[in-house]
DNA sequence: TATTGTTATACTCTATAACTATA
DNA sequence: TATAGTTATAGAGTATAACAATA
């Protein structure tokens, strides 16, 4: 006899961040899934939406909007370049304003309309009048200072 | 002139799983630093809080109620068991059930706590009377079906 | 001195595929 | 047929360190 519905005890239930880390997972498994379908990561899609309104921004701009280490900002950077997706005009000596092509406009369109209709299913059974609350509550958590 | 305070305008300001993400993102380093400390990685110590709870159980139901796949406990239980962590006795020819040796008891009281004051620390704002209800929210968006 | 950008590197988590053995 | 466990492999995100060039 297979027993597969045994319940187990879970110490972690009554635990916050459990359920925040499993939420978050479950989040961006499916997010990375709809932007596979037009060859973005769930990173460069951000970034392409952050260039989108704020043409000229720099990458570490980008990277501190988005919580990505400058480090990590140089290969993905690289990539939309060579795809064609972003372009560069120097600001000054050492900073480049990034800026979308055109066909970078219509990929940012398609992965901003994925990205809205992802986030609406997830978050659709949410009452409108408390989602604000929620995001407030996340944004405070994630800048709870670490000791 | 460093205009480093420039703001960018942040056009998934307004999605839940933006800051689910952040959020969740801040929570698991902070635990990973606090677990580090015991020479614990965060799957393993919940790993360890689960079989503490239910002597016995498989790594495949571990797994399950984690949310970790066969394949990705393999190495996890063979680390702890080499540790001197957990042990394992046949239940039959193909199961193992695990349980925590007299070491593994006394790291999962110290991760146990660690972790109960890592939540208290990032959740601590929270109303007592609006944490379950944020967990039911977080449980059922980890629970939406993926299209 | 601080910041930008880059390169190299490593770790963690996650994912799939393929295989053996057992229920 | 389905499940348990293993192995191999790959991808994605993230982290630090170090460096050159510029503000």
New interface residues.
């Given amino acids: 006899m297979t027993r597969r519905s045994?319940t187990?005890?879970?110490?972690?239930a009554?635990?916050?961040?459990?359920?925040?880390?499993?939420?978050?997972?479950?989040?961006?498994?499916?997010?990375a899934?709809q932007l596979a379908e037009i060859a973005l990561r769930p990173a460069e899609a951000?970034a392409l939406?952050?260039i989108?309104?704020?043409p000229g921004?720099t990458q570490s701009?980008?990277g501190r909007?988005l919580?990505i280490q400058r480090a990590n900002m140089a290969p993905m950077v690289a990539r939309l370049a060579e795809r064609g997706l972003i372009a560069g005009a120097p600001v000054d000596g050492r900073s480049t304003g990034l800026s979308l092509t055109a066909e970078g406009s219509a990929i940012a369109a398609q992965a901003?309309s994925r990205?809205?209709q992802?986030?609406a299913?997830?978050?659709g059974?949410?009452p409108p009048g408390e989602?604000d609350a929620?995001?407030a509550?996340?944004?405070?958590?994630?800048?709870?200072r670490?000791?």
């Fill in positions: 045994t187990l005890i879970n110490p972690l009554g635990h916050v961040g459990f359920h925040l880390r499993r939420a978050s997972a479950a989040v961006m498994a499916d997010l899934g951000s939406m952050l989108a309104a704020n921004v701009k980008v909007a919580g901003r990205m809205e992802h986030d299913r997830f978050m059974d949410i989602r929620l995001i509550r996340l944004a405070a958590v994630a800048k709870t670490t000791v």
